[in-house]
């Protein structure tokens, strides 16, 4: 079951192609892994929450609000540098308001985040007053629509990433301390892990990777829209369920997100290759949310035994 996210990408892959010759073309391969980029980066924010057995529904609401802060930043005469780093601040800072809350006050993280998300949203329509600000520089907008030889930039961000929480999560101790606390927190405090710690840290970093996509998808579209990421709402659940983190904590893999990730780029890209109408797209995204929740059910039955 561990695995099983790998087998239907290669399926999907296949069945696109069988439709489609041209799906295995240069051009729409690296534009899938562009399109996955954001949505990775998204997943990953939402699979360090997972892993705690807690929820964060907010990561879209925080890559929108952090790369407005930042964008404005920039317009009022931040060097982009200072701009970018800006938009990882207010992405930590949100995470880690959001980990305080969770730890101290003991909020329910679902409702916690959600209102967070409301707050961020609202935020930034408020300060928008629902327009769209554009115009941003080439040089802001390099990584995201850049490209090195023939390769587009992007996907790099997405791999150097992806290795960097590979080692995270499986080579240190603050990794091995979060599925700990996500698998029973209790034993990992008798254990001497302390689980506040653990968890706002987890939080905070949930919230740089979120302000991480912000920057990204800022940069590619060229502007911050009011609806800015909405499209990722629920997706990114979705991937980071597909790829194998458990909703009850404690189990997960990087390279399991990697493939839910790209499971759910391919359909999406695929069907809007074939022709699918856009209603059926978010059809389709609803389904596959769908399917995550079950694959994660079968996938605790088959791990428990039960």
């Known amino acids: 079951m561990n695995n099983i996210v790998w087998i239907l990408l290669v399926v999907s892959i296949l ?55 930042g964008v404005m930043a920039m317009k009022r005469g931040f060097p982009i540098p200072l701009s970018v780093l800006v938009i990882l601040l207010v992405g930590g800072a949100v995470g880690f308001i959001n980990g ?13 985040t959600l209102a967070m998300n409301l707050v961020l949203e609202g935020a930034l329509l408020a300060i928008t007053n629902g327009t769209t600000i554009s115009q941003l520089p080439d040089s802001y907008k390099y990584i995201s629509q850049g490209k090195i030889g023939i390769f587009p930039a992007l996907p790099l961000v997405l791999f150097g990433i992806f290795i960097i929480f590979y080692f995270l999560w499986n080579k240190t101790s603050f990794g091995r301390s979060v599925f700990a606390v996500g698998g029973n927190s209790l034993s990992a405090y008798i254990a001497g892990i302390n689980v506040r710690t653990v968890k706002v840290g987890a939080y905070v970093l949930s919230g740089f990777l979120s302000g991480l996509a912000g920057y990204l998808l800022s940069g590619y579209m060229g502007a911050v829209t009011s609806s800015f990421g909405s499209s990722y709402e629920n997706l990114c659940i979705a991937a980071a369920v597909i790829g ?21 780029t391919v359909i ?11 209603t059926m797209i978010t059809l389709a995204g609803g389904v596959m949310i769908f399917v995550a929740v079950i694959i994660d059910s079968i996938r605790n039955i088959y791990q428990t035994g039960r």
Do not use: H
């Open 15 to 69: 069945i696109m192609g069988m439709f489609q010759s041209s799906f295995y073309s240069f051009g729409i391969l690296s534009n899938i892994l562009v399109q996955g980029t954001v949505l990775g980066m998204l997943a990953l924010a939402v699979a360090m929450v997972v892993l705690l057995g807690d929820i964060n529904l907010c990561t879209v609401g925080t890559a929108g609000f952090s790369a407005l802060i």
């Open 100 to 112: 305080l809350i969770v730890t101290r006050l003991k909020a329910n993280a679902f409702i916690e």
């Open 244 to 264: 194998g983190v458990s909703l009850t904590g404690g189990k997960g893999s990087i390279v399991g997100v990697l493939g839910g990730t790209l499971l759910l």
């Open 268 to 278: 999406q890209v695929g069907l809007a290759i074939l022709g699918i109408p856009s």
